[in-house]
């Protein structure tokens, strides 16, 4: 009988030990929020082990790797319009990753690299910039 079980049971076992290992800690007040983060969760799991099984062993990624690369897609095609407010950080890969990075016309504000006034931004994520400051702000240093 236990025999049985175990037969049975391992790839349900193995899909709950994969999906605590990184588990995302999201509080959030709606009831449905953590259902959504957990089948994201499980997607995630799913898509390494086809990835697993796709690849050579010597080729394969970590489950860590294959998250921050799923993570790090994600960012790259995100386009941020800003509606206002306090402004945060933007990450890295998004602000030297080198799509639609343009500058456009816009209402007078500081300058993001050295702090003077503009009246240009780029058009990727709302960050204003002077016509010399936009290179050397997406540039790595």
């Known amino acids: 009988m ?9 790839g349900v076992d193995l899909m709950d030990r994969l999906l605590s290992a ?3 800690r999201i509080k959030g007040k ?3 929020c953590n259902l959504f983060v957990n089948g994201i969760n499980t997607a995630v799991v799913a898509a390494w082990k086809l990835h697993c099984r796709v690849t050579l062993p010597s080729q394969a990624m970590t489950l860590l790797d294959f998250r921050r690369e799923v ?3 994600l960012t790259l095609g995100a386009s941020r319009l800003r509606l206002g407010g306090p402004t945060s950080a933007i990450s890295e890969c998004v602000r030297f990753d080198g ?3 343009y500058l456009v016309s816009s209402t007078q504000g500081r300058c993001a690299y050295c702090q003077a006034n503009t009246w240009k931004m780029c058009a990727k994520y709302g960050k204003r910039l002077h ?3 936009f ?3 997406h540039t790595k240093p």
């Open 99 to 101: 799509v639609e990075h």
């Open 135 to 137: 290179p050397l702000f």
């Open 131 to 133: 016509e010399l400051c």
């Open 22 to 24: 990184y588990r995302p």
């Open 2 to 10: 236990i025999a049985n079980y175990i037969k049975g049971m391992g």
């Open 30 to 32: 709606k009831w449905w």
């Open 71 to 73: 993570v790090h897609g």
